[in-house]
Every structure is written in structure tokens, then in C-alpha cells.
């Protein structure tokens, strides 16, 4: 469904969209750069919808794909007291992208109802 609310051009070329897998494995280059016309050289630097329900699940097992659970794509280990915890989707730089991306998931996500 997000496929088919951004487009369905890519399908139609056989390539994945970069609304859905830009930042995954899946993805490697090309992009309407506007309406009806394709670059195939220029590559997407947004994240995909793909990319980011993934990161979210690695955040929050609860959120899943038709009712099932999965387990998070990353483990916590505990570090030792006074040692910083090194960057990572789970642990975002202060002040990054990933923070900010994070802050926006945690409003909508814990919202008290």
C-alpha cells in the first residue's frame, strides 16, 4: 500500500522504490526526479518506508506485520557505569538526524491516550 500510495512507476521498470527500500540493501540507485521523468544514475538519500518500520521495530518489538512479533534486530548489553554508550539506532548521536527521527517516534508512540 505505501508502494502504490507513492507510485507504482518503479514497479512498472522493475526497480525497487526508493519511497520504500532508500537506506536498505534493496536499493542501490534510481529516482523520478520529477513527474515522469526517471534518472537511473541519481540515488535517493531519504530513508525509505522500509527502512524505517525496521528501525522502528528495533525500538519497539510490539510493533509488527499482520499480528506476529518479531524479535529485535539488535541486543542491549549492559556497559560499564561512568562508560558511555557508543551511537547507534537504539542510541542516537544528541543532537543527529537519528535523534531527532527518534524524539519524533517516542511523541507518537508513548503518547498517553
Not at 31 to 57: F, H, I, S, T
Not at 81 to 95: C, L, M, R
Amino acid at each position: 500500500m505505501l508502494e502504490q500510495y507513492n507510485g507504482l512507476g518503479y514497479a512498472a521498470r522493475g526497480r525497487p522504490s526508493p519511497y520504500i527500500w532508500s537506506g536498505t540493501d534493496q536499493y542501490r540507485s534510481g529516482k523520478y526526479v520529477r513527474d515522469g521523468v526517471y534518472d537511473p544514475n541519481v540515488v535517493d538519500g531519504q530513508p525509505g518506508c522500509a527502512g524505517l518500520l525496521m528501525a522502528m521495530m528495533a525500538l519497539d518489538p510490539t510493533i509488527t506485520f499482520a499480528g506476529t512479533t518479531t524479535t529485535p534486530a539488535i541486543s542491549v548489553t549492559p556497559r560499564p557505569p561512568g562508560k558511555p554508550a557508543a551511537p547507534s539506532i537504539a542510541n542516537p548521536t544528541k543532537g543527529s538526524i537519528g535523534a531527532f527521527i527518534a524524539n519524533i517516534f517516542t511523541a507518537v508512540f508513548r503518547r498517553k491516550s
